[in-house]
């Protein structure tokens, strides 16, 4: 296990060497993460690199155990995870919980935004406390959810009071029979509802520690090019990207991690560096005193086996040459 994190921050360290800057100094990173296929990720990076509000590095991370490690760097500032199933968020709950903690952003699609799969990031990170859902399965007419303005907000800057987003459908909190049921006791804010079960569409929350989150129970694709649900059309539409550049802004440079890092991290980066440096020296030492005690040894055999050769010649050969003579 700990070759296997080992590697996992060697990769990192050498994945995030752009986030420094030409100066030294730390540059935010912005993760972004859909599961088992990263094109829907390299998508939505090439939207938020668009976006010259955002100067941000964006960085796609293709597995959960990355994302989990990713999350503790310093220069993250802000997550965004899609997920389709509940295998693509194994292991990610604690640190995810204790990003958004420390005052991280975060933006989450799908099932992450569902209660039953994604456990305590559907409640304390995107308090949607979804537990059912409502899904358009015929493919006779285009499958979307029709977004209808609750509150104005920065996240809905520039967007229509109503407009239809493709979809397969939408989580949301429900009763016994499967009716809406308002989430209470938390200081959350509603964007967009959806036309159809009035539940949230897009839902803001803030942290008492800066941390925001954004969740999107209603952004349902798949990877399919065939199908009118397939997220490469979701991205074509003016309003997705709209709101999505909008999300992103609100909750990547409204949290509080990145700016609340140590102004002295540059130093204790040196000072890191130092000590590797030290540790490859005594490394080094240590590998030269070995080689040494090999050379020892091996110098000792050698010398065993010439006392052993001396002794054999004498017993073997000259003992009897001077008897006979």
Known sequence: MKCIQILLVAFLVV???PALGENGELKPVILVYTGIDPGFAEMLGDVIEADEAIDSEVQVVETPDILSVAAALPQTECIIVYASNQAEMEGLEDPLIAFFEQGGGLIGMRDICYEPYAADLAIEVFPIHANDSVQQLSPRETRARTYVLEEDS????????????LSMGTYFSADSEGNYLEI??????VAYVDQETGSPLVLAYENEHGGRSVALPGIWTIPNARVDIYYGNLLQDDNFVKLFSN????AAKGS???????????EKIEEAKGRADRLKEEAEEAR?????RQLIFLVAIWAGGLL???VIIK???LVPIEVEA
């Open 288 to 292: 030269r005193r070995e080689n040494t």
């Open 15 to 17: 994945s995030f060497s």
């Open 247 to 250: 999300m992103v802004l609100w």
């Open 315 to 317: 017993k073997m050969i």
């Open 308 to 310: 052993v050769c001396g």
């Open 184 to 189: 209470r006791d938390v200081e959350y804010e």
């Open 154 to 165: 920065e996240i809905t800057s520039g967007l229509p009071e109503q407009f239809p987003l």
């Open 256 to 266: 509080s991690r990145f700016p609340g890092i140590q102004p002295d991290l540059q």
